[in-house]
T-cell receptor, first 111, second 115 residues
Framework: QQQVKQSPQSLIVQKGGISIINCAYE??????FPWYQQFPGKGPALLIA?????SEKKEGRFTISFNKSAKQFSLHIMDSQPGDSATYFC??????????FGKGTKLSVKP | ETGVTQTPRHLVMGMTNKKSLKCEQH?????MYWYKQSAKKPLELMFV???????ENNSVPSRFSPECPNSSHLFLHLHTLQPEDSALYLC??????????????FGEGSRLTVL
C-alpha cells in the first residue's frame, strides 16, 4: 500500500513530441505528489508538484494531471527537447511523512 | 559552497575496508537523509535524521552506520561491505517535515564500488 508504481521504465520520444509518464498509488492518505528530474551524474531535483485538491498543474512545458478517483497521476512534457533527456521519478507522501518514490522512467528525446 | 555537497564522489573499497561518506548542507535545513540508488531499487531510503536525531532506519544492515554530529553534516560509515552494496549513495536535506512540501535537495552522490 506504500508503493508508487511508475510506467514506462523507459521512453523514447522525437524532438517536439509529447512525453507522458504515468504513476499509480494505493494509499489514499497520500496528499502530496512531486516529480523529480535526474540528469546523469547529478542528484534528483524537484521539477513540479501537485496536491490532490487540483486536477492539473502546469509549469512551462511540464504539466501534472491528477485523477484522485483513479489514484493516478501523470507527467506530460510538451514540445519535448533533447535537453529533457533524463530520468524522471514520481513520488508521494503524507503529511509529516517521507517521500515514496517510483522506480523511475528514463526519457530519451531524439533530435 | 551552496546546496548539498558530498565527498568523495567516487570510492572503491575492498570487502574488509572501513570508509566513510560525508555530506554537508548549506541550506539551513534541519532534516538530512541517506538514499541508496541502484538499478534494482532506484531511490531507497536508508536513514533519516531530524534535528540531529535518527528518526527512521529502514531496516538497513548494520554494516552501514550513520552519524549526524550537527544539522549541517551527515556521515555514512561503511565496514565489511558486500559487492551488492555497490551503488550511488545520495544525501539529501529538507526543511522538516519533507512530507509537507515534498522538496528534498539532493547532493550529486557518492559512487561506491565494492570489490
Amino acid at each position: 500500500q506504500q508503493q508508487v508504481k511508475q510506467s514506462p521504465q523507459s521512453l523514447i520520444v522525437q524532438k517536439g513530441g509529447i512525453s507522458i509518464i504515468n504513476c499509480a498509488y494505493e494509499n489514499t492518505a497520500f496528499d502530496y505528489f512531486p516529480w523529480y528530474q535526474q540528469f546523469p551524474g547529478k542528484g534528483p531535483a524537484l521539477l513540479i508538484a501537485i496536491r490532490p485538491d487540483v486536477s492539473e498543474k502546469k509549469e512551462g512545458r511540464f504539466t501534472i494531471s491528477f485523477n484522485k478517483s483513479a489514484k493516478q497521476f501523470s507527467l506530460h512534457i510538451m514540445d519535448s527537447q533533447p535537453g529533457d533527456s533524463a530520468t524522471y521519478f514520481c513520488a508521494a507522501s503524507m503529511m509529516q511523512g517521507n517521500l515514496i518514490f517510483g522506480k523511475g522512467t528514463k526519457l530519451s528525446v531524439k533530435p | 559552497e551552496t546546496g548539498v555537497t558530498q565527498t568523495p564522489r567516487h570510492l572503491v573499497m575492498g570487502m574488509t575496508n572501513k570508509k566513510s561518506l560525508k555530506c554537508e548542507q548549506h541550506l539551513g535545513h534541519n532534516a538530512m537523509y541517506w538514499y541508496k540508488q541502484s538499478a534494482k531499487k532506484p531511490l531507497e531510503l536508508m536513514f533519516v535524521y531530524s534535528l540531529e536525531e535518527r528518526v527512521e532506519n529502514n531496516s538497513v544492515p548494520s554494516r552501514f552506520s550513520p552519524e549526524c554530529p550537527n544539522s549541517s553534516h551527515l556521515f555514512l560509515h561503511l565496514h565489511t561491505l558486500q559487492p551488492e552494496d555497490s551503488a550511488l549513495y545520495l544525501c539529501a536535506s529538507s526543511q522538516e517535515p519533507a512530507g509537507v512540501s515534498g522538496e528534498l535537495f539532493f547532493g550529486e552522490g557518492s559512487r561506491l564500488t565494492v570489490l
